[in-house]
């Protein structure tokens, strides 16, 4: 009897529990959940004039770690970089490269030099002026530093000249044609000489006067908050000629948290986020005080299957039977709710190089897969190591260990500390498969060659494909559009079907989720706001 | 006393060392690389390798760890591998905000298990008691990222009456500080509030069948006088032994709550820097915890005394 009195006690504070978590949005606007194909939407139009002033709460995944673009490794990071520094040269929504503090460039017959004019109107924040000599000095800092996270980015720069007071030259080791789109992100990036000198140990948390973008340095307090205000002497302006930026301020929260990021856009706590876990994006949708827009981005998602001798994909077919037997669709519904397209390779659909109709695993063929197999000889059982604590990773191996299964290949999930799977990719010492994602560069190049290249830090599949790697130096070599384009397709035809890497399964799309009232923001196809045309509706 | 007290302090040096010693051991064979973490998507080997140099990660363990314990001694703790900020300043400034959390928590937990464990235990089997009883059971079974989302949900979502999560600052805005902490208080306090009513509750249960207070209220005491003056003090003494532990766990309780509600304390940090294997930033927090524990258990020991003189340290005298 008394237990029966315990259990009703129990059960009736569980029910004031379960009916708070009840209370979902009803009715609404946008795209129907799990919509298919996922629904991509850009931004209403901006509504009036814009005005002047206030403040945006941007809620931001993680909080920044290096402020310094030389030192910068995480992707978080970049989402500040691109507020507080200008780079060389920039691109537009759709991609494409602009002028930014380089006005014009020109390459060389022979592809080794290129040369860029720059704006004679740009002042760092702490007043020094750029100039062709801050653009040596930025550069050579990027390449010679110790431990500098841009030397890699800039190995085939041999050296800077200033030709003249706005005339920089970069002198080339060889012809490399992904030097621009390298320059448009972090090593391309100006500093002021004095500001990082006078921060010393700490300018990578206080980088305070180094930039001469539209927003200003002002605090940081870790895992809390930054604060960056406007630069008033910017150079940017609007398609009127009126000054930029438009905001007074912009305060950045790190929310690690998924669903409480989602929540304090909701509640008006935060104005702005751009990653949105896929479960949360219907009540989004459904709010009629928000906006949320969706656009193409250069990030995939793959699977590390191990070419190594003696691993479980050291035979180049089993990888493409798992690449035959998933079904992207039913991943990109079902664990991403459309914020995730079915992805095919790592050239994604907003690179130049492009081709729309290469869709090799467009349905899934457990028969195929099977057949594939039998014709090997040996049944396919491999062991795929998940991050320990990722939900996401975890539904995700689960779902693909289902859809194999159809095919009879066997996956076991293995748990492990994120920190122990790098150590294990980083030797190719795993021995079938591991999770990969890429946050996705400008030119398809940063998403192959790093990846694909026999010995590339990023291959860890320990894929060696000669042919392979004499067309991804073919693509370095030539400024050729057409040629490039010519030469990555025929590559990625090789890596993921003939002979395949790994297995690529979704590309990602930019998220970018804003209170109504805020106005002007467009997504990138980097992932990554400029909040310059960023405008308050009073 | 003072004696005693004197010795336990001296012996937390070499209980610290020994602390330190098994932590920087612990986290060396842990296997993962904090180069390869902080590395990110940037894995050139040249600069992977320039990095592991400029942390000293590249020496024999032995050296590196005489390295540490001699800056440590001359207060200074390194700089974090991940932010490169230094490890002294980083725990400095989220001490304050943890603290804050924690007390606001322990207050809770402790003033209501008082008061309701007190209540329950004079009038059991009252509805009161089933409330409370029922209370326990659901708080110790909700884990602390669930009731933290739920709090959020219904008080800041549906209700909007409390802002859903972040920091302010106590000085400029007090007010919005004290709002902010409300929910996260909560949520922490909820675990440790069930456990801390159960043992007021029994423990109190236990001492009112006691001869004593029968003889107290044979001699016409009133029984706001016999629970109170009586009955109270000596139920408390395992109460009090609770309470010290969750004083020095304080530290590491927030680690959920503080995720959750983005408040910038050093849980936080600490489950940020172990999943990294940022080694001089959990060196110096683990530290710090040991520290936190032996100086709440030697509290407690003290309490002990003036609850209860039949306890004593200092040299028996016949």
């Given at each position: 009897m008394r237990s029966a009195r315990y259990l009703l006690a129990f059960l009736a504070s569980f029910a004031i529990v379960l009916t708070a978590c009840s209370q979902q949005p009803s009715g609404g606007n946008g795209c129907p959940a799990g919509a298919s194909p996922p629904c991509t939407s850009t931004p209403p139009p901006a509504a009036g004039k814009p005005t002047y002033g206030g403040t945006i709460t941007f809620a931001l995944e993680n909080d920044v770690v290096d402020f310094d673009p030389m030192r910068s490794r995480a992707f978080v990071d970049r989402n500040l970089h691109y507020q507080i520094f200008d780079s060389l040269v920039r691109i537009d929504p759709t991609g494409k490269i602009i002028p930014w503090l380089a006005e014009s460039w020109e390459t060389s017959s022979d592809g080794k030099q290129v040369t860029f004019k720059l704006r004679k109107d740009v002042k760092y924040h702490d007043g020094t002026a750029f100039d062709a000599a801050s653009v040596k000095w930025n550069i050579d800092r990027y390449r010679t530093?110790?431990?500098?996270?841009r030397a890699s980015d800039l190995a085939p720069v041999a050296s800077v000249d200033a030709?003249?007071?706005y005339t920089a030259r970069f002198n080339l080791k060889a012809p490399y044609s992904p030097l621009l789109a390298t320059l448009v992100d972090r090593a391309g990036m100006m500093l002021s000489q004095k500001a990082v000198e006078a921060g010393g140990a700490d300018f990578t948390r206080k980088p305070v006067g180094a930039g001469s973008g539209p927003f200003r340095f002002v605090e940081a307090v870790k895992d809390d908050h930054i604060t960056l205000e406007k630069n008033?002497?910017?150079?940017g302006k609007d398609k009127?000629?009126?000054?930029?930026?438009?905001?007074e301020k912009i305060i950045v929260k790190p929310i690690v948290e998924g669903t409480v990021r989602t929540t304090n856009l909701r509640t008006g706590d935060?104005?702005?986020?751009n990653n949105i876990v896929g479960k949360d994006v219907e009540s989004l949708r459904s709010d009629p005080s928000l906006v949320y827009s969706q656009g193409p981005n250069y990030g995939f998602d793959s699977i590390y299957t191990n070419r190594k001798?003696?691993?479980?994909?050291?035979?180049?077919r089993y990888a493409r039977a798992v690449s035959m037997a998933i079904d992207r669709q039913q991943i990109a519904d079902q664990i991403f709710y459309g914020t995730r397209t079915p992805g095919y390779g790592t050239?994604?659909?907003?690179?130049?190089?492009?081709?729309?109709?290469?869709?090799?695993?467009e349905k899934a063929d457990p028969a195929g897969a099977k057949a594939l197999i039998q014709q090997i000889g040996k049944p396919l059982q491999f062991e795929m190591l998940v991050t320990a604590g990722s939900a996401q990773d975890l539904q995700v191996a689960q779902l693909i260990q289902a859809q194999l299964l159809k095919a009879d290949i066997k996956m076991d999930i293995k748990s492990l500390e994120f920190a122990q799977i790098l150590t294990l990719q980083d030797k190719c010492d795993y021995q079938g498969a591991t999770l990969i994602g890429w946050s996705g560069r400008v030119d398809p190049d940063g998403n192959t060659y790093s990846h694909i290249?026999?010995?590339?830090?990023?291959?860890s599949s320990c894929y060696s494909n000669a042919q392979v790697d004499k067309l991804l130096d073919e693509t370095r070599a030539t400024s050729d559009e057409a040629k490039r384009k010519a030469a990555f397709r025929a590559a990625e035809q090789i890596y993921v079907v003939?002979?395949?890497?790994r297995v690529w399964y979704l590309f990602r799309t930019t998220q970018l989720a804003t209170a109504k009232?805020?106005?002007?923001l467009v997504p990138y196809p980097d992932g990554?706001?400029?909040?310059?045309?960023g405008w308050l509706q009073k | 006393m003072t004696q005693y007290i004197l010795r336990r302090l001296l012996l937390m040096i070499p209980v610290a060392f020994l602390v330190s010693a098994i932590v920087f051991v612990l986290l060396r064979i842990t296997p993962g690389d904090p180069v390869l973490v902080y590395a990110g998507e940037e894995r050139d080997p040249v600069a992977l390798e320039a990095l592991r140099h400029e942390y000293g990660l590249d020496q024999p363990l032995p050296l590196q760890y005489v390295v540490w314990v001699e800056h440590a001694i001359r207060g200074d703790l390194g700089r974090?591998?991940?932010?490169?900020?230094p490890v002294t300043q980083a725990i400095l400034e989220r001490l304050p905000k943890t603290l804050e959390l924690g007390v606001a928590a322990l207050i809770i937990s402790v003033g209501v298990a008082l008061v309701v464990g007190t209540l329950a235990a004079l009038r059991r089997n009252s509805p009161l008691d089933l409330i409370a009883t029922g209370f326990t059971i659901a708080g110790v079974s909700l884990p602390n990222f669930y009731l933290g989302i739920i709090l959020i949900l219904v008080f800041?979502?549906?209700?909007?009456?409390?802002?859903p999560g972040g920091y302010a600052d106590f000085v400029t805005d007090p007010v919005d500080n004290l709002k902010r902490l409300i929910l996260p208080a909560i949520t922490l306090a909820t675990a440790s509030l069930a456990i801390n009513l159960r043992q007021v509750r029994s423990s109190l249960l236990d001492v009112l069948s006691q001869d004593y207070l029968r003889t107290a209220r044979a001699k016409g005491l009133g029984e706001r006088a016999v629970v109170l003056r009586h009955a109270m003090k000596n139920s408390l003494i395992p109460v009090v032994t609770i309470f010290g532990l969750q004083i020095g766990a304080l530290l590491d309780g927030a680690i959920i709550t503080e995720t959750i509600y983005f408040w910038p304390g050093v849980g936080r940090l600490a489950v940020d820097s172990i999943g990294g294997r940022d080694y001089p930033v959990v060196q110096a927090i683990v530290l710090m915890s040991a520290l936190a524990f032996m100086v709440s258990t030697l509290a407690v020991d003290i309490l002990y005394v003036w609850l209860d003189p039949r306890i004593s340290y200092g040299r028996r005298t016949g």
């Amino acid at each position: 009897m008394r237990s029966a009195r315990y259990l009703l006690a129990f059960l009736a504070s569980f029910a004031i529990v379960l009916t708070a978590c009840s209370q979902q949005p009803s009715g609404g606007n946008g795209c129907p959940a799990g919509a298919s194909p996922p629904c991509t939407s850009t931004p209403p139009p901006a509504a009036g004039k814009p005005t002047y002033g206030g403040t945006i709460t941007f809620a931001l995944e993680n909080d920044v770690v290096d402020f310094d673009p030389m030192r910068s490794r995480a992707f978080v990071d970049r989402n500040l970089h691109y507020q507080i520094f200008d780079s060389l040269v920039r691109i537009d929504p759709t991609g494409k490269i602009i002028p930014w503090l380089a006005e014009s460039w020109e390459t060389s017959s022979d592809g080794k030099q290129v040369t860029f004019k720059l704006r004679k109107d740009v002042k760092y924040h702490d007043g020094t002026a750029f100039d062709a000599a801050s653009v040596k000095w930025n550069i050579d800092r990027y390449r010679t530093t110790q431990g500098s996270q841009r030397a890699s980015d800039l190995a085939p720069v041999a050296s800077v000249d200033a030709v003249d007071q706005y005339t920089a030259r970069f002198n080339l080791k060889a012809p490399y044609s992904p030097l621009l789109a390298t320059l448009v992100d972090r090593a391309g990036m100006m500093l002021s000489q004095k500001a990082v000198e006078a921060g010393g140990a700490d300018f990578t948390r206080k980088p305070v006067g180094a930039g001469s973008g539209p927003f200003r340095f002002v605090e940081a307090v870790k895992d809390d908050h930054i604060t960056l205000e406007k630069n008033p002497d910017w150079w940017g302006k609007d398609k009127d000629g009126n000054k930029l930026p438009y905001l007074e301020k912009i305060i950045v929260k790190p929310i690690v948290e998924g669903t409480v990021r989602t929540t304090n856009l909701r509640t008006g706590d935060a104005l702005v986020a751009n990653n949105i876990v896929g479960k949360d994006v219907e009540s989004l949708r459904s709010d009629p005080s928000l906006v949320y827009s969706q656009g193409p981005n250069y990030g995939f998602d793959s699977i590390y299957t191990n070419r190594k001798k003696g691993a479980a994909f050291e035979d180049g077919r089993y990888a493409r039977a798992v690449s035959m037997a998933i079904d992207r669709q039913q991943i990109a519904d079902q664990i991403f709710y459309g914020t995730r397209t079915p992805g095919y390779g790592t050239i994604a659909p907003s690179h130049f190089a492009a081709d729309p109709t290469f869709k090799p695993f467009e349905k899934a063929d457990p028969a195929g897969a099977k057949a594939l197999i039998q014709q090997i000889g040996k049944p396919l059982q491999f062991e795929m190591l998940v991050t320990a604590g990722s939900a996401q990773d975890l539904q995700v191996a689960q779902l693909i260990q289902a859809q194999l299964l159809k095919a009879d290949i066997k996956m076991d999930i293995k748990s492990l500390e994120f920190a122990q799977i790098l150590t294990l990719q980083d030797k190719c010492d795993y021995q079938g498969a591991t999770l990969i994602g890429w946050s996705g560069r400008v030119d398809p190049d940063g998403n192959t060659y790093s990846h694909i290249y026999t010995g590339a830090p990023n291959n860890s599949s320990c894929y060696s494909n000669a042919q392979v790697d004499k067309l991804l130096d073919e693509t370095r070599a030539t400024s050729d559009e057409a040629k490039r384009k010519a030469a990555f397709r025929a590559a990625e035809q090789i890596y993921v079907v003939d002979d395949p890497a790994r297995v690529w399964y979704l590309f990602r799309t930019t998220q970018l989720a804003t209170a109504k009232r805020v106005q002007g923001l467009v997504p990138y196809p980097d992932g990554l706001i400029r909040f310059d045309v960023g405008w308050l509706q009073k | 006393m003072t004696q005693y007290i004197l010795r336990r302090l001296l012996l937390m040096i070499p209980v610290a060392f020994l602390v330190s010693a098994i932590v920087f051991v612990l986290l060396r064979i842990t296997p993962g690389d904090p180069v390869l973490v902080y590395a990110g998507e940037e894995r050139d080997p040249v600069a992977l390798e320039a990095l592991r140099h400029e942390y000293g990660l590249d020496q024999p363990l032995p050296l590196q760890y005489v390295v540490w314990v001699e800056h440590a001694i001359r207060g200074d703790l390194g700089r974090s591998l991940r932010t490169r900020q230094p490890v002294t300043q980083a725990i400095l400034e989220r001490l304050p905000k943890t603290l804050e959390l924690g007390v606001a928590a322990l207050i809770i937990s402790v003033g209501v298990a008082l008061v309701v464990g007190t209540l329950a235990a004079l009038r059991r089997n009252s509805p009161l008691d089933l409330i409370a009883t029922g209370f326990t059971i659901a708080g110790v079974s909700l884990p602390n990222f669930y009731l933290g989302i739920i709090l959020i949900l219904v008080f800041s979502l549906a209700f909007r009456v409390l802002p859903p999560g972040g920091y302010a600052d106590f000085v400029t805005d007090p007010v919005d500080n004290l709002k902010r902490l409300i929910l996260p208080a909560i949520t922490l306090a909820t675990a440790s509030l069930a456990i801390n009513l159960r043992q007021v509750r029994s423990s109190l249960l236990d001492v009112l069948s006691q001869d004593y207070l029968r003889t107290a209220r044979a001699k016409g005491l009133g029984e706001r006088a016999v629970v109170l003056r009586h009955a109270m003090k000596n139920s408390l003494i395992p109460v009090v032994t609770i309470f010290g532990l969750q004083i020095g766990a304080l530290l590491d309780g927030a680690i959920i709550t503080e995720t959750i509600y983005f408040w910038p304390g050093v849980g936080r940090l600490a489950v940020d820097s172990i999943g990294g294997r940022d080694y001089p930033v959990v060196q110096a927090i683990v530290l710090m915890s040991a520290l936190a524990f032996m100086v709440s258990t030697l509290a407690v020991d003290i309490l002990y005394v003036w609850l209860d003189p039949r306890i004593s340290y200092g040299r028996r005298t016949g």
